[in-house]
């Protein structure tokens, strides 16, 4: 049997992700043996505690399977102290994964106060993002870690890498002629990846104000999706092989041309519409304090400064309150060097691939002639709709972790590259080389970036 405990169990992050996530897991597994239980500051019991567990059960559509974690138990515990947690752990004896759906701060305050509790051998430690503050703290965070268990019993939760599409994008990758010996910086112009949301704060001010788009989004996430992108082939999907191969990957990007005031950009949304809700100022949102100069949509540009992709831009952008949800993957092919007099039509590149992260779906957009006019460049599309993955993001996570498989977490070092990537233009923002623009929530953001072209057009 494996006990998983949830700590931070009365919070958002439980309810909405975890649990639904336990939940199909338990639906899919019938032979699964869990333990499930919950810590958290607020003073619940265990009644409340399972009408919690009920709920988000029920709101995954596997109300069915609730009886199998019916005896589960909630403790209202301070986990930064070692007396709270020592008493968590004390009648653990088999299988343990302790999972922090807590803010960093007290997820790695906790951590310290373990090196005075005695865990189980096969303890299993979870983290969410962001791991540190910076990569100074990333790598004491690392370092308290490793006092702990071994590497191989950390997950640094990353759930983009359970997203069905980024994992599919491997496939596309790797197993198709047409695409393998173009993946590189001889056919590929630019690549973008773009996680664009209409949701809002959404009450999120505690985490969010402190962190922004750069370390909610670019930091972690999308950085993690640039990896997958630009890693050489690794000789196996193994752990050791397909982790060095990320590894690799981030350690050879940087901000394009080590310029952050001109590779980044930086935005934050004033008051709006979007649909039927009228939205504040992010500055009026309850909990925000106006001077942090938080950021809503972060921009970087970076480069992977290899063989195979140096010259490429790989833009990383996200943002809230936008006019319309968009999270995709685009790239962009190089145009031909030549088209034959008779072809009318300027095509402005060769082609473009996109990825959608959910629902999953990919697109080839090709420059063709035919129809009409025979001798007329258009563009048209080639659609492959997948339809929504076989299991949520955190299913695949969690589901990992009780296989303890560290596969699709993040690595120690990988997690400190990834800070030390945005490292300058965290410093850049800072100094206030580059101004904190201004979008109305519902719009496209600031009207003077650049957005990408309708799909199906020739420009």
């Known amino acids: 049997m494996t006990t998983l405990l949830l700590l931070g169990a009365s ?36 009644e409340r505690w399972r009408r919690a567990v009920a709920d988000a059960f ?38 343990l994964v302790l999972y922090f759906a807590v803010p960093p701060a007290v997820a790695a305050s906790a951590c310290e106060a ?55 994008v491997l496939g596309v990758r790797f197993a198709n002629r047409i695409v393998e010996p173009l993946w590189s910086a001889d056919h590929i112009e630019s690549v973008l990846i773009r996680f664009d949301e209409s949701l809002a704060l959404e009450n999120r001010a505690r985490y969010y104000d402190r962190a922004g788009a750069m370390v909610d989004m670019l930091q972690s996430h999308l950085l993690q999706v640039l990896a997958v992108l630009a890693m050489e082939s690794p000789a196996t999907l193994g752990e050791r092989d397909l982790r060095d191969a990320k590894a690799a990957a981030l350690r050879a990007t940087h901000i394009w041309n080590d310029d952050p005031a001109h590779a980044s950009r930086r935005a934050r949304y004033t008051a709006g519409r979007i649909g039927e809700r009228e939205l504040p100022s992010y500055v009026d949102e309850p909990g925000v304090d106006p001077d942090r100069e938080t950021e809503t949509l ?28 968009c999270t995709e993957i685009v ?31 990919m697109w ?7 129809r009409d006019d025979p001798f007329a460049l258009r563009r048209e599309t080639l659609s492959l709709e997948l339809g929504e993955g076989g299991v949520r993001a955190y299913t695949e996570v969690l589901g990992e972790i009780l296989e ?25 923002w800072r100094r206030g080389d580059v101004p904190l623009e201004q979008y109305p929530a519902g719009s496209h953001g600031p009207g003077q970036w650049p957005t990408e072209a309708p799909r199906g057009e020739i420009s």
């Open 58 to 95: 029920a709101s995954a559509g596997a109300a069915d399977v609730a009886r199998r974690v019916s005896g589960t138990r909630y403790t209202t515990a301070d986990i930064t102290r070692v007396d709270d947690l020592a008493g968590l752990v004390a009648d653990v004896d088999d299988e």
């Open 404 to 428: 303890r498989d560290v596969t699709l977490s993040v690595r120690a070092d990988s997690a400190e590259e990834c800070w030390r990537i945005v490292e300058p233009v965290r410093a850049a």
């Open 11 to 46: 919070g958002d992050l439980t309810s909405r992700l975890l649990l639904p996530a336990v939940a199909q897991l338990l639906q899919r597994d019938p032979d699964l043996d869990l333990d499930l239980r919950g810590a958290g500051s607020d003073p619940w019991d265990d």
């Open 364 to 370: 080839l957009e090709m420059n063709v002639n035919g």
């Open 331 to 361: 790239v962009r092919f190089s145009p031909v060097r030549h088209i034959p007099d008779g072809l009318t039509g300027e095509p402005s590149d060769g082609g473009v691939l996109r990825f959608s992260l959910g629902p999953d779906a």
């Open 114 to 168: 373990l090196a005075d509790v005695t865990l189980p051998d096969k303890t299993i430690l979870a983290l969410e993002k962001p791991f540190g503050s910076d990569e100074a703290e990333a790598r004491s965070l690392n370092a308290t870690l490793a006092r702990l268990v071994p590497e191989n019993q950390v997950f640094r939760v990353d759930h983009f890498l359970g997203r069905s599409t980024l994992l599919g």
């Open 298 to 325: 972060a921009e970087i540009v970076c480069e992977v400064r290899t063989a195979r992709w140096r010259g490429v831009p790989f833009t990383l952008r996200s943002g809230k309150a936008l006019g319309e949800d």
